[in-house]
């Protein structure tokens, strides 16, 4: 039995769980992309490195989730969103 919602979909032959990631940092990006690799139930989308990049990211990808870094430079992760 799966551990996870997403994996049940997953595993129930479902779509998986569309992430926008939204990190500034390129190190902390390429750890997190490399990490969801290991996941069937999760489908990485897209990656923007700042606010003016993941609005129209997510627009345009319409992900199920934004996983989204606090502090960005160009404004707050979470007001400015």
């Known amino acids: ?3 996870t919602p997403g994996a049940a979909r997953a595993s129930r032959g479902g779509t998986p769980t569309r992430v926008l990631l939204v ?3 390129a190190m902390v990006a390429e750890a997190l992309m490399a990490a969801f690799e290991a996941y069937p139930e999760i489908e990485l989308v897209g990656c923007a490195h700042s606010l003016a990049e ?3 990211a997510t627009a ?3 992900p199920d989730v934004v996983l989204l870094d606090r502090r960005l ?3 707050d ?3 400015g969103g």
């Open 1 to 3: 039995m799966p551990d």
């Open 23 to 25: 990190e500034d940092h």
């Open 54 to 56: 993941g609005i129209p």
């Open 60 to 62: 345009r990808q319409r």
């Open 73 to 75: 430079p160009d404004g």
């Open 77 to 79: 992760g979470i007001e």
